[in-house]
């Protein structure tokens, strides 16, 4: 598992312009070189932050994606995901 | 010796200085901050201790202190593209080493950061307050967003160990403490409805709880209750109450002087003055 690397290029939207801009034009190949897991990738192409939450991901982290719909990741795509995600505070 | 003369709690929302650049000095939020500022200009602290939370930008998960000091000549921010002005501000080295120190030896193995910016948490309160960043800070970080959280009774009791500090300090100084953050934030989480915004206040009652216990001053009531699960329960964000906690550990006991609620967005403004 390694939800630092989901998490980290999360962070890298925010930071990162040039990253930003490689992931907004060929999101597979902005991410390639990341070390993630096949099934983090895949989650992550496919914007699929409930699992990506439920895995450990961060939501404040994540949040960062729908600023610029990364992934496919617009305020109202991700609202609508996220809420299957597992919520254990509750 | 230095004393804490006052002590100020208040939120840091990224989006405020845009929102009053836009709806102008008599919007509310406006209107919020400028009563901290007048209160801070009463005051006239010769520095601002900050207890805050950065949101991994300062740190990462490479290495995220559950509390940190920052100690250096001057630090700069934001360094998050929050949309404000940059700014550049002294940094109270001096005191920040002597607190540090003083944190260790009571127990508090509080991480150092000696080159380091700041992100929204520190400067959209200082775009408010003191604008013309003549007052040196001293930021203290507290893990308030990446669980496991520090207890609020660990929180409350690093406050009284500031302040024991501060006390300590020969210089004659006037110290204020601000402590950063909302009651109930939750961003980016489950808890958010479908819709447009990616962020919303789910616990407007615990806000209001949070400040009647405070008003109140039923602080050991506010640090019972403040666990990491009730705290999270009103938001993936709801742990920036510790830097709240903290706040209140270092100034005492004590009623608040002005407290503006702003429940609808699980904040508030208050102050308290200590002479």
Not at chain 1, 9 to 22: E, N, S, V
Not at chain 2, 162 to 184: D, L, M, N
Request: overall charge negative; proline content about 8%.
């Amino acid at each position: 598992m390694s939800v630092y690397a989901v998490n980290k290029i999360c962070r890298d939207a925010l930071h990162d312009l040039a990253f930003r801009d490689a992931v907004k034009r060929d999101p597979a190949a902005a991410i390639a070189p990341r070390d993630l897991s096949g099934d983090e990738r895949k989650a992550l192409l496919a914007g699929d932050v409930a699992w990506l939450y439920d895995h450990g991901c961060h939501p404040f982290l994540m949040s960062y994606l729908t600023r610029w719909d990364l992934f496919g990741l617009s305020p109202a795509v991700y609202t609508a995901r996220i809420q299957s995600a597992h919520d254990t505070r509750d | 010796m230095a004393a804490i003369v006052a002590g100020f709690g208040m939120p840091h929302n990224p989006g405020s200085p845009a929102l009053v650049a836009r709806d102008g000095p008599q919007c509310e939020t406006a209107r919020y901050y400028a009563q901290m500022a007048k209160h801070i200009e009463g005051a006239a602290p010769d520095v601002l201790i900050f207890f805050t939370d950065d949101h991994f930008n300062t740190f990462f998960l490479d290495n995220f202190p559950t509390f940190a000091i920052g100690i250096a000549d001057a630090t700069a921010g934001p360094n998050d593209q929050t949309p404000m002005p940059q700014y550049k501000v002294a940094v109270a080295g001096a005191l920040a080493t002597h607190i540090r120190t003083n944190a260790i030896a009571h127990g508090f193995d509080i991480s150092l950061a000696q080159d380091f910016d700041v992100d929204h948490a520190v400067m959209v309160p200082l775009h408010f307050l003191t604008p013309g960043m003549k007052i040196p800070v001293l930021p203290i970080f507290i893990n308030c967003l990446a669980p496991p959280l520090p207890t609020a009774q660990r929180c409350f009791a690093l406050g009284q160990a500031v302040r024991e500090a501060v006390e300590s300090w020969p210089q004659k100084q006037r110290v204020a403490v601000i402590g950063s953050g909302s009651f109930s934030l939750e961003i980016g989480g489950p808890k958010i409805p479908i819709g447009d915004r990616a962020a919303c206040t789910p616990d407007p009652q615990w806000s209001q709880h949070v400040q009647d216990l405070v008003k109140e001053v039923r602080i050991d009531e506010l640090v019972a209750e403040s666990t990491a699960a009730r705290m999270l329960q009103a938001g993936n964000i709801g742990g920036e109450l510790l830097n709240w906690i903290a706040l209140l550990g270092a100034i005492g006991p004590r009623k608040p002087v002005t407290v503006l609620p702003q429940n609808d967005h699980g904040q508030a403004f208050v102050a308290w003055r200590l002479n």
